[in-house]
């Protein structure tokens, strides 16, 4: 099946720096991905869509100047955690929707666990 | 908007015995469902999935039928193992809804020997 990968897999960060997560779909062109975040024992809450060649869509109640997402090409998205602070540890999930699956089928990134000190 | 409401945990179960983790759903048009699986410390797994409705879905013993009448898609297994101690989450995908995900909050199972 489609392989989406992440990197770093977990970070550990000081307060007041900036993260980037990368989210690859390796062996499949995706036009759209998604990030989403996930708090110790809740579900996963949907961040932003990314489109390859334009802006992210939020969310409502997310930062876009706090959680910065490029969709540089159609294998790519990063989304880039600005000035991080404790709260913001999470674990980040992308997705990628590949076009030429049925029904809308997302594959899910294996996560990146956030912890800001 | 579109939603999905599933069963709270934690469900526990012994070997060998039937597992149902309920699940419905609201969403305009004709959504995918999905089941997805996390294992401890781990990402999500697709574990089965229906587009239409009346489809089953099924995958490893696990299965699903996509009800559109009772906007329900049930995930059933007829003899849990304890590897299967994980989290469910249930979803749904709309192209009316731009493809985005909606997640249930997810039910932790259980199994225990």
């Known amino acids: 099946g489609a392989v989406v990968s992440q990197h770093p897999s977990w970070v550990i960060c000081k307060s007041g720096t900036s993260v980037k997560i990368e989210c690859r779909s390796l062996?499949?062109?995706?036009?759209?991905m998604f990030w989403y975040r996930q708090f110790p024992k809740q579900s996963l809450m949907l961040m932003a869509t990314?489109?390859?060649?334009?802006?992210?869509?939020?969310e409502q109640g997310v930062e876009k100047d706090k959680f910065l997402i490029n969709h540089a090409s159609l294998t790519l998205s990063t989304l880039t955690v600005t000035s991080a602070h404790p709260e913001d540890s999470s674990f980040y999930i992308c997705?990628?929707?590949?076009?030429?699956?049925?029904?809308?089928?997302?594959?899910f990134g294996p996560g990146t666990r956030l912890t800001v000190l | 908007g579109n939603s999905v409401t599933q069963m709270e945990g934690p469900v526990t179960l012994s070997e060998e015995a039937f597992l149902t983790i309920n699940c419905t759903y609201t969403a305009t048009g004709y959504p995918s469902l999905f089941w997805y699986v996390q294992y401890p410390g781990e990402g999500l797994q697709l574990l089965l999935k229906a587009t239409k409705a009346d489809d089953k879905g099924s995958n490893k013993g696990f299965e699903a039928t996509y009800r559109k009448e009772t906007t329900s898609f049930h995930l059933e297994k007829g003899s849990v193992q304890v590897s299967d101690s994980a989290v469910y989450f249930c979803a749904l995908s709309s192209h009316t809804g731009g493809f985005k995900t909606i997640f249930g909050a997810g039910t932790r199972l259980f199994v225990k020997a």
């Open positions: 062996d499949f062109q995706a036009t759209t």
């Open positions: 997705s990628a929707r590949d076009p030429q699956g049925s029904g809308g089928t997302q594959y």
């Open positions: 990314s489109n390859e060649g334009s802006k992210a869509t939020y």
